[in-house]
Nanobody
Framework: QVQLVESGGGLVQPGGSLRLSCAAF????????VGWYRQAPGKQRELVAS???????KYADSVKGRFTISRDNAKNTVFLQMNSLKPEDTAVYYC??????????WGQGTQVTVSS
């Protein structure tokens, strides 16, 4: 059974940092493109950052220079390092792994709250 398990969310003050992890079980994560998405209350889910199997990365304009996506294939895990967090970064963060003909998988989400 395939599972993506996010962790690392929590409550942090503005300007603080968090590191989210997305661990994959049941699949070889390195052959999947992976994206981190977030959804704030009353808003649509949006793509925050993505990384391809080759390591190419893309970021939403709102997080460029503050967030970094990376992957550790030995650990079957993708990370999202979030620095200089702002209240508007508050959301549930989800990871997604997809590969054509292999599957499209979502984690259960982890809550990030940025507040003083």
């Amino acid at each position: 059974q395939v599972q993506l398990v996010e962790s690392g969310g929590g409550l942090v003050q503005p300007g603080g940092s968090l590191r989210l992890s997305c661990a994959a079980f049941g699949i070889i994560f390195s052959i999947y493109d992976v994206g981190w998405y977030r959804q704030a209350p009353g808003k649509q889910r949006e793509l925050v950052a993505s990384i391809t199997t080759g390591g190419s990365t893309k970021y939403a304009d709102s997080v460029k220079g503050r967030f970094t996506i990376s992957r550790d294939n030995a650990k079957n895990t993708v990370f999202l390092q979030m620095n200089s967090l702002k209240p508007e970064d508050t959301a549930v963060y989800y990871c997604n792994g997809n590969r054509i003909l292999f599957g499209d998988y979502w984690g259960q989400g982890t809550q990030v709250t940025v507040s003083s």
